[in-house]
């Protein structure tokens, strides 16, 4: 399940519930029985249709990976460092290659790393 739930609080929660039914119903009888508030976040986390019996929401209950995977928040934390540091191009500024260089009026390649608004000035006309 997800942090704050598990999958005995879902069914107290929906005890009552006559089957099918939709995302809306589902919550609203969450509600009605006074589930606590994890509970009711998961359960509004539903995707909408039918569900024709408690075992199809249990199913349909998004899952958190890293607290089936039994990690400690220090090994979550790093685990979403890694995972968002890849692949993102997070390179600092100075250590970018250029795209393509710019050229000088004489056709020579200078790079042009920065250019603030302030400093930057429509080319004259020849």
Same mark, same amino acid.
């Given at each position: 399940?997800?942090?704050?739930?598990?999958?005995?609080?879902?069914?107290? +929660? $929906?005890?009552? $519930?006559?089957?099918? +039914?939709d995302k809306h119903d589902v919550v609203?009888?969450? /509600?009605?029985?006074?589930?606590?508030?994890?509970?009711?976040?998961? $359960?509004? +986390?539903?995707?909408?249709?039918?569900?024709?019996?408690?075992?199809?929401?249990?199913?349909?209950?998004?899952?958190?990976?890293?607290?089936?995977?039994?990690?400690? +928040?220090?090994?979550?934390?790093?685990?979403? %460092? /890694?995972?968002?540091?890849?692949?993102?191009?997070?390179?600092?500024?100075?250590? %970018?290659?250029?795209? /393509?260089?710019?050229?000088?009026?004489d056709g020579e390649a200078r790079v042009?790393?920065?250019?603030?608004?302030?400093?930057?000035?429509?080319?004259?006309?020849?």
């Amino acid at each position: 399940m997800t942090r704050g739930t598990d999958v005995e609080s879902v069914r107290r +929660a $929906l005890s009552s $519930l006559d089957y099918p +039914a939709d995302k809306h119903d589902v919550v609203r009888c969450a /509600e009605e029985t006074g589930a606590g508030e994890p509970v009711i976040r998961v $359960l509004a +986390a539903l995707p909408l249709g039918s569900y024709d019996n408690l075992d199809e929401v249990l199913r349909s209950i998004p899952r958190d990976p890293s607290q089936e995977a039994g990690l400690t +928040a220090d090994e979550e934390t790093r685990l979403a %460092r /890694e995972r968002s540091a890849g692949g993102r191009g997070r390179v600092a500024e100075h250590l %970018r290659e250029p795209i /393509e260089p710019a050229r000088s009026a004489d056709g020579e390649a200078r790079v042009v790393t920065h250019v603030s608004r302030s400093a930057w000035r429509a080319p004259s006309a020849p």
